[in-house]
């Protein structure tokens, strides 16, 4: 049996994307588990890692750690619809509510978005920490990507169970979330080096921001043409799949 992985907090910051003293500050506000102790060195596992990337994308979201922290509290007793959608700081929801108005969008009832995910254990908090949906009062959603929404609902009219579906989505987070930071870091290298070398007058500005633009439409292609030119090849080389397709 594969030992079971295992991290140092500096381990587990890299591999979160974040910092050891951003993963103490979660230890002291109660929304990270502390670590199993070996000797004198704290080890943290799978759970602990997708513990902080829950944190980080409702962080995103808008959510303050002190409402985090009931938010996993009442995530893992299971507590109702009321309960879940009662911790969102109310700034920002009413921030939230500001943007629907700007930026009219599909809305779903909470009742329903619920029931659409009842056989996910936890399904409503995952999909609002995956970035699917975000609260516009305690009662609507709407969706908060609405690509990430119709790509789900094609897998599960599919045949995808919805569990897997989100699983899958959350991983691809996590992979994409370090691809990205790969491109960053080479614009900086490059780019941004460039210009911090230059005399940073108006023309290097622009330049600047052309190659900053170049990245961004560029790093969506490249990994684009990777992911299609890998999924490809593992389809086309999987000789048990050839054989269950019809033969021309």
């Known amino acids: ?6 991290y140092t907090i500096d381990e587990l910051a890299r591999e979160a994307g974040t910092t050891v003293r951003s993963l103490r500050v979660y230890h002291e506000r109660g929304v990270l588990p502390p670590p199993q102790v070996k000797g004198r060195t704290g080890f943290y596992g799978p759970d602990h890692l997708n513990r902080v990337r829950t944190i980080s994308r409702l962080l995103d979201r808008g959510i303050k750690l002190n409402g985090i922290r009931e938010l996993l509290d009442a995530w893992g007793r299971g507590d109702d619809l009321g309960d879940i959608l009662g911790v969102i700081d109310p700034d920002a929801a009413k921030s939230k509510v500001a943007e629907v108005v700007s930026e009219p969008g599909e809305t ?43 790509i789900v609902e094609k897998l599960a009219a599919a045949g995808v169970p919805a569990a897997e579906v989100l699983d899958e989505l959350e991983q691809l987070r ?4 370090r691809i990205a930071r790969r491109f960053v870091e080479l614009f900086r290298r490059t780019a941004f080096a460039a210009f911090q070398q230059s005399e940073q007058d108006s023309a290097d500005r622009v330049e600047l921001a052309n190659r900053r633009t170049a990245t961004k439409n560029m790093s969506g292609e490249a990994t684009a043409e990777l992911v299609m030119l890998f999924v490809s090849r593992y389809l086309d080389q999987d000789a048990e799949l050839a054989e269950a397709l019809p033969h021309a």
């Open 1 to 6: 049996m594969a030992a079971a992985v295992e």
């Open 174 to 177: 996590a992979d994409t979330d």
């Open 108 to 150: 779903i009832a909470a009742t329903e978005l619920a029931e659409r995910y009842r056989e996910v254990p936890s399904g409503l908090a995952r999909v609002v920490a995956a970035g699917l949906y975000e609260p516009v009062d305690a009662t609507n959603y709407r969706m908060a990507d609405t690509k990430l929404v119709r």
